[in-house]
């Protein structure tokens, strides 16, 4: 029997003519996506979202990587519909279409009550560190080391990387992303071992995804972006054991806030030598 609430709600997919209510939603959480991110978002991806009257009060979105791993973000209720089961009742579409797929998604504190009643384990925090008044000293090279411009003969090697460091299919994204980004690409005796991207999102630009062999080479990459767009707002989302976060914060992109890493199903198998550094975004992992 339909209770009350599951009478004056729709769940339903989520169209392209729902984006500027869905930008409405997030901009109502201060998060900073543009609505061009959610078109971004919405490109690579599914969702769903829920109508109170008519109004979308929620939306919940999943990426799918090969064929046993997704991502799933843009969570959100509207405070005025929270508490009364909408968060879950998006959830468990988005999950049900992900089927027995490893999820993956990067929790607000108030959404790790409601990942966790579904399943989802914490793997540890990853941190946003952004700003515009940073100072980048040149990076420090190792011998036979080389940041160079990412070129369309990269890709095969871009999506290796991606594969190895993250144990998932990240192909597609990466074919989306790169004609959007500037891409350089670190190499060591001539041989590819890292790339980063620079990307507009949000308020201004972001680094990542930044993949690297170490931290040495990581902070190499990032160091490129940073040291020729001083000035500019930029942001990293960075896993806490890429061991970043001191280092940043004394360039002056200090951390402004933390969420967690979950994962519901076995963790994607990755390479161990090589790491992602920053996030696409947290949406995308
Ligand atoms: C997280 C969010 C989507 C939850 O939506 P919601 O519609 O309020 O959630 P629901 O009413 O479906 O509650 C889901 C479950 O979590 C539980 N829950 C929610 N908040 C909780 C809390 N602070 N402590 C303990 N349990 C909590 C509820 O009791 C419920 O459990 P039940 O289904 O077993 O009864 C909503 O709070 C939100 O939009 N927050 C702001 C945006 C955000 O941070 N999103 C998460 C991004 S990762």
Redesign the pocket.
């Known amino acids: 029997m339909a209770t009350g609430i599951e009478a004056m709600v729709d769940l339903r997919r989520m169209t392209v003519d729902d984006l500027a209510a869905a930008h409405i939603l997030s901009s109502e959480?201060k998060w900073p996506h543009r609505i061009e991110d959610w078109e971004m978002l919405f490109g690579l991806g599914f969702g769903y979202v829920v109508e109170r009257d008519g109004a979308v009060v929620?939306t919940a979105m999943a990426w799918l990587y090969g064929d046993n791993a997704a991502t799933l973000?843009m969570?959100?209720?509207?405070?005025s519909?929270?508490?009364?089961?909408?968060?879950?009742?998006?959830m468990e579409a988005v999950l049900t279409e992900l089927g027995d797929r490893t999820v993956l998604?990067?929790?607000?504190?108030?959404?790790v009550?409601?990942?966790r009643?579904l399943g989802f384990e914490p793997v540890g925090p990853v941190f946003q560190h952004q700003g515009a008044a940073f100072a980048v000293p040149m990076a420090e090279l190792i011998p036979e080391e080389r940041v160079r411009p990412l070129g369309a003969k990269d890709m095969p090697t871009l999506h290796a990387l991606a594969r190895r460091a993250t144990g998932m299919d990240r192909d597609a994204l990466l074919d989306a992303l790169v004609p959007g980004a500037q891409g350089v690409v670190l190499t060591r005796g001539n041989e590819p071992v890292g790339f980063a991207l620079f990307r507009r999102f949000g308020r201004g630009y972001v680094v990542g995804p930044t993949i690297a062999p170490d931290t040495g080479g990581a902070r190499a990459l990032i160091s490129h972006w940073l040291g020729s767009n001083s000035g500019m707002f930029c942001r990293l989302d960075i896993p806490e054991e890429s061991g970043l976060g001191a280092w940043l914060d004394e360039l002056g992109l200090p951390c402004v806030g933390r969420?967690m890493r979950m994962v519901r199903g076995p963790a994607p198998a990755s390479d161990p030598s090589i790491t992602t550094f920053s996030l696409t975004t947290q949406a995308l992992g």
């Open positions: 959480q929620g973000g969570v959100i209720v509207s405070p519909a929270q508490g009364m089961g909408l968060g879950r009742q998006l998604l990067n929790a607000t504190d108030e959404g009550p409601l990942y009643k969420v």
